[in-house]
Structure formats: C-alpha cells, structure tokens
C-alpha cells in the first residue's frame, strides 16, 4: 500500500520559500507511468492542482504559479519536494501531495481523481 506523508513548516511569513516535502513508502517514485502531485485548498475553496514531477523527472506546473514553483525529486529518499517562492497570505492552504497513473488533466481535480492522497499539511503565511 502506497502511503504519502506531507512535512512543511506550518507558519511562513509573506516574501519567504518554503520548502514542503512529500515522503513516498510501499511504492517507489519512479515507478512508471506514474505521477507525483501537488495540490492545495485554500480556505473556503475546492482543490488546486500546483504542479507534478514526473516517474521520469519531468515537471509540470499550472501555468499561473509556474513562475513561482519548484519541484523535484530526491530518488534514493524516495521524496518529492515543493518551493513556492514570494509567499503571500493567498497562499495559506493546506498541501497535499497526490499520486496517479497519468498525468492529471484537470487543473482543479477531485480527492477520487487521484489514487493515493498524503493526510495533509496546513500552510498559513501572516507577518
């Protein structure tokens, strides 16, 4: 059984990166076909695709937070990393990181559309 767990730094202030990290166990992130995905929900709306890497190491971003979002890969920890750049408090959301054969092709999916899910981790940005 794949399992996904988030780990993320809770409080970030406006114009800092953090960094969120997705650790993989049961399955391996290079397992083909598959794709690695981060997603966040705002308070009060519905799911936000970010951005995934994928088995082979290609990303792909929702093209308004492309410029400010990073992932990549660490295999022989078998962990994904997010950074988002340039914080605001719009950014407050809770992350999760999400797995699926194929790439997802809606920018605001469903929790059914993806076949593992981490539990979640919550993002607040405030000075």
């Known amino acids: 059984q794949v399992q996904l767990q988030e780990s993320g730094p809770g409080l970030v202030k406006p114009s800092q990166t953090p960094s969120l990290i997705c650790t993989v166990s049961?399955?391996?992130?290079?397992?083909?076909?598959?794709?690695w995905s981060w997603i966040r929900e705002p308070p009060g709306q519905g799911l936000a695709w970010m951005g995934a890497?994928?088995?082979?190491?290609?990303?792909y971003y929702m093209p308004s937070l492309k410029s400010r979002t990073s992932i990549s890969r660490d295999t022989a920890k078998n962990q994904f990393t997010l950074q988002l750049s340039s914080v605001t408090p719009e950014d407050t959301a809770v992350y999760y990181c999400?797995?699926?054969?194929?790439?997802?092709?809606?920018?605001?999916?469903?929790?059914?559309?993806?076949?593992?899910w981490g539990q979640g981790t919550q993002v607040t940005v405030s000075s």
């Open positions: 999400a797995a699926r054969e194929g790439l997802s092709n809606s920018y605001y999916p469903t929790f059914g559309e993806f076949d593992y």
């Open positions: 049961g399955g391996s992130i290079t397992t083909k076909y598959y794709y």
């Open positions: 890497i994928a088995h082979s190491g290609s990303t």
